[in-house]
């Protein structure tokens, strides 16, 4: 089963004339479905705010749902004393 995301026009998003639609929705629909910005095509203006449009997105229905933030991830370092 696959799931159909929504499209920034579909949410009511205004897309900026000066921006290229077809990669701002390119850059929207990776960052729905988890991606990350590892490659040069990725950092185009449209497509970087077609990316971060979609993560306030999420960030917005999360908290909608009641989720306010993550737990936060610890990192714990031990350091072993070795006796002489």
């Keep these: 089963m696959r799931y159909i ?3 920034p ?3 009511g998003f205004k897309i900026s004339p000066h921006l290229l639609e077809k990669r ?3 850059g929207f629909q990776h960052a729905l479905t988890g991606g990350h910005l590892t ?3 990725y950092f185009r203006r449209s497509f970087r705010l077609g990316f971060r449009f979609a993560k306030l997105y999420l960030r917005e229905l ?3 749902q009641g989720i306010l ?6 990192k714990v370092r031990l350091h072993a004393i070795w006796p002489d």
């Design 5 to 7: 995301y929504p499209r």
């Design 9 to 11: 026009r579909d949410l």
């Design 24 to 26: 701002f929705n390119a």
């Design 39 to 41: 490659q040069a095509k």
């Design 62 to 64: 999360r908290r909608r």
């Design 69 to 74: 933030d993550f737990p936060m991830k610890a």
